[in-house]
């Protein structure tokens, strides 16, 4: 669908030039009439427009990836930039104590967010209008829109928690009469759970053959997520008070549905090159796209500021890795992760990386001075491609970007950018999320294969670990957990190994602050990380995490403003 799924501007267009029998019916410029919209055509064009907005992002506190929201926050990254003013907000994220209610950057996401789900909502209006005759995919369809409005009320619900929920009946300019507060914190669980529900039991198992159309086992997929996160139920202090047993059993029995269709890709590198898109183990991604008939494609513009400073890039050094996240990838002389003592000392040089035992994932996620970058034995990341060493280290991402020679990379000056997909859910999350709800049912045993399959597939993912000799480019040693021989796998320890498992799987992808507030752990564990922090990088000396407040952003003082105070703001933002 790279080519298909895009915004369609040209055909909506071209409905202005139907003939007319009088030109009295003729619309006024710029409009659509009643007539030109219902029908299937338009019903069509409406639909990819609403997918359109999977991609519809920019660098600049604009984006739809999660990276400058879950990663900055949760201890995996540090802003990276020109310093602290460059692009400033993304500082307040990550340092907290600064953080306000009118940030800029949060009202453009809201408005996004919500702009895109109003593209949903007119693609439903119309179809609603159509019948089956006329349009006889109207069913199908009607899915897929409440699937997408479902997603960008999912990410919202991440960021702000409360928040209104709005659909085809009404109006976008009437969004402001419905209150963020019409229903409680589960109630709007429940109706997220229930867009994907309908979506699950609507779609085909293959919708139009197209990879980024939305089909059942993507919507049991993203049922799955929601009723994980809807079973943590929390307080009016975001405080978790509760796991719902209910909603983890069906979370287990769709995981076991989407077993048999979707596997792990056989190295863990396939998932970050352009290559091995839309693989086995991708879900649900966006599709990105290059030499598609427009200027410059459709770019992932998440990760355009994410590329070092070297000749063959140039811009931007932003979202760099933290020592606290590179020390996590340490194991003992089992192969274990060092749960208590992996932040004693740091591991920080290409020398000790070969020496050290480490998981290794941990290359394919950082860039490491000394070490080849991006896979590429001969193209050595150097301290000199590092934009603010002084303030962020020199560490940088590896997931998101890639190569200059790649066929999917795109300069689009003074930037750099690529049509590498995006993922947005893949089936080693999924896996994880089976293996957590097992726990946390008091099924520590199941979840134990779950576990060891993720990190059996990273320990056989060191082939393009290697240096020009052919040499591996560190001492790699990840172990299988075996209860009673190197853990005594009880509840707890079970808990600890998930928790870790889905830090080091999922580093740098934006998903780690949201899995701290879900557990009902992000005040203890994001001051742990700040007290050893502070004492690495001078500019988070004044940062703090205040419990029963910064678990989420607050409302944005506009939106709160624009509608003329109906919505209410987050606990501990008054």
């Known amino acids: 669908m790279k080519k ?79 310093g602290t003013g460059d692009m400033e907000e993304w500082n307040l994220y990550e340092t907290f104590v600064s953080m306000r209610v009118d940030v800029g950057g949060l009202d453009q996401k809201w408005y996004r967010q919500y702009v895109a789900i109003s593209r949903a909502n007119n693609a439903l209006r119309v179809i609603n209008g159509l019948n ?12 897929e829109m409440r699937f997408l409005r479902a997603h960008y009320l999912f990410e919202l619900k991440l960021l702000f928690k409360y928040i209104p929920f709005v659909d085809e009946t009404l109006e976008p300019e009437a969004y402001i009469t419905v209150s963020n507060r019409e229903f409680t914190d589960a109630e709007q669980w429940n109706k997220i759970i229930d867009e994907f529900r309908f979506a699950a039991t609507t779609l085909p198992e293959s919708n139009d053959g197209q990879k980024g159309r939305v089909n059942q086992y993507m919507a ?22 509760g796991v719902n047993a209910q909603k983890l059993e069906e979370v287990v029995t769709l995981v076991q549905e989407l077993e048999g269709r979707y596997d792990l890709s056989q190295d863990y590198a396939f998932n970050f090159l352009c290559e ?11 599709q990105n796209s290059l030499n598609d008939g427009t200027e410059f494609g459709r770019l992932d513009w998440s990760a355009m500021l994410n590329y070092p400073m070297n000749s063959e ?24 992760p060092q749960f208590k003592d992996f932040n004693n000392t740091d591991l920080s040089t290409a020398a000790q990386v070969k020496t050290q035992h480490v998981d290794p994932r941990l290359l394919h996620t950082v860039a490491i001075v000394g070490l080849p970058y991006k896979y590429k034995a001969d193209f050595i990341f150097q301290n000199s491609w590092v934009r603010q060493m002084e303030t962020y280290g020199n560490y940088m991402s590896l997931k998101e ?28 999350d999924v896996l994880l999320w089976k293996a957590e709800a097992l726990i946390e049912l008091g099924r520590p045993a199941e979840a134990l294969p779950i576990i060891n399959k993720i990190r059996k597939r990273a320990a056989e993912s060191t082939f393009r670990l290697v240096d020009s000799q052919g040499a591996p480019t560190g001492q790699f040693k990840i172990a299988e957990y075996k209860d009673g021989v190197n853990c005594a796998w009880t509840q707890s320890y079970a808990r600890e ?20 507030v879900r557990w009902g752990i992000a005040d203890t564990y994001v001051n742990g990380y700040l007290q050893k922090e502070k004492t690495r990088r001078n ?27 109906l919505y209410i703001q987050n606990f501990g933002w008054n």
């Open 313 to 336: 890039y140039g811009c931007c050094g932003f979202h760099q890795p933290s020592q606290n996240l590179v020390n996590a990838f340490k194991t003992d002389t089992d192969g274990l």
């Open 132 to 143: 089956v005759t006329d349009y006889p995919k109207k069913e199908i369809r009607t899915a």
């Open 276 to 286: 091995y898109e839309n693989g086995p183990e991708s879900i649900f991604a966006v």
């Open 401 to 428: 970007v890639v190569l200059p020679d790649n066929p999917c990379f795109k300069k689009v000056n003074p930037f750099m950018s690529s049509s590498k997909n995006r993922d947005i859910i893949r089936f080693d």
């Open 4 to 82: 298909t799924i895009n915004i369609v501007y040209t055909a909506l267009s071209l409905l202005l030039l139907s003939s007319c029998s009088d030109y009295l019916d003729i619309n006024p410029k710029g409009q659509l009439g009643e007539n030109q919209l219902n029908n299937a055509e338009a019903a069509e064009n409406l639909v990819i427009a609403a997918y359109s907005s999977l991609g519809n992002e920019n660098y600049n506190n604009k984006t739809n990836s999660l990276w400058p929201y879950g990663d900055l926050r949760s201890g995996d990254a540090y802003k990276g930039g020109a």
């Open 497 to 516: 190994a998930l928790r870790w498992e889905r830090r080091l799987e999922f580093a740098m992808e934006g998903f780690r602050f949201f899995d701290l």
């Open 539 to 565: 500019y988070l000396a004044a940062s703090v995490f205040k419990k029963n407040r910064d678990e989420y952003f607050p409302i944005p003082l506009s939106q709160i403003n624009f509608s003329k105070k």
């Open 220 to 241: 049991k997929a993203y049922l799955a997520k929601a009723l994980l996160y809807a079973a943590y139920e929390q307080n009016e202090q975001h405080e978790v008070t």
